[in-house]
T-cell receptor, first 115, second 116 residues
Framework: AQKITQTQPGMFVQEKEAVTLDCTYD???????LFWYKQPSSGEMIFLIY??????QNATEGRYSLNFQKARKSANLVISASQLGDSAMYFC????????????FGRGTSLIVHP | DAGITQSPRHKVTETGTPVTLRCHQT?????MYWYRQDPGHGLRLIHY???????DKGEVSDGYSVSRSKTEDFLLTLESATSSQTSVYFC???????????????FGPGTRLTVL
């Protein structure tokens, strides 16, 4: 069975600082994918970034990057130069195993960016 | 943005009444999902569909049923609403798993349901 663990229920960061949101995972599959989604207070879920298990480079999308450490089974999201609009819930998720289309979500981390 | 709409966006109902939520997509994606989101629980899967008339249960399916008669529509029915079903409900879609695709989910705007 797959499992996603986000151990930080809440995080605070100063505007313009970088912040790391933790995500650890467990799976017996060799091929898997990891996602991060953002949910602002308005409620919509927004896809941010994806990392495939065979990708040699850490994924980056603008100010978002993924610190992927396969041996540690961690896929931490790094947000550089935090902005007030980054205040939101962030969810880590894993693509379902081969033959299954059901992703596994973590419980989320609430990020508050202070001015 | 993926074309996913949910209706209604807000609903207040009474215990014991049936409620149907609708998810409509214009992306022709094969997979559709219903989640509920509650504080401290994250997203929990209720039901999902992998094609027209093909549905299966998720981890919190008791008290819910679904139907998918067309690719674009996925209905969630609370057969007899209870206060414990007060929640925010999200519909999501994704495409077939392809080797060159992320297969990320796209989410609808959510429906806030209150059962009194």
């Amino acid at each position: 069975a797959q499992k996603i663990t986000q151990t930080q229920p809440g995080m605070f960061v100063q505007e313009k600082e970088a912040v790391t949101l933790d995500c650890t995972y467990d799976t017996s599959d060799q091929s898997y994918g990891l996602f991060w989604y953002k949910q602002p207070s308005s409620g919509e879920m927004i896809f941010l970034i994806y990392q495939g298990s065979y990708d040699e480079q850490n994924a980056t999308e603008g100010r978002y990057s993924l610190n992927f450490q396969k041996a540690r089974k961690s896929a931490n999201l790094v947000i550089s130069a935090s902005q007030l609009g980054d205040s939101a819930m962030y969810f880590c998720a894993m693509r379902g195993p081969r033959g299954s289309y059901i992703p596994t979500f973590g419980r989320g981390t609430s990020l508050i960016v202070h001015p | 943005d993926a074309g996913i709409t949910q209706s209604p966006r807000h609903k207040v109902t009474e215990t014991g009444t049936p409620v149907t939520l609708r998810c409509h997509q214009t992306e022709n994606h094969r997979y559709m999902y219903w989640y509920r989101q509650d504080p401290g629980h994250g997203l929990r899967l209720i039901h999902y569909s992998y094609g027209v008339k093909d549905t299966d249960k998720g981890e919190v399916s008791d008290g819910y049923s679904v139907s998918r008669s067309k690719t674009e529509d996925f209905l969630l029915t609370l057969e007899s609403a209870t206060s414990s079903q007060t929640s925010v409900y999200f519909c999501a879609i994704s495409e077939t798993q392809k080797l060159d695709s992320y297969n990320e989910q796209f989410f609808g705007p959510g429906t806030r349901l209150t059962v009194l």
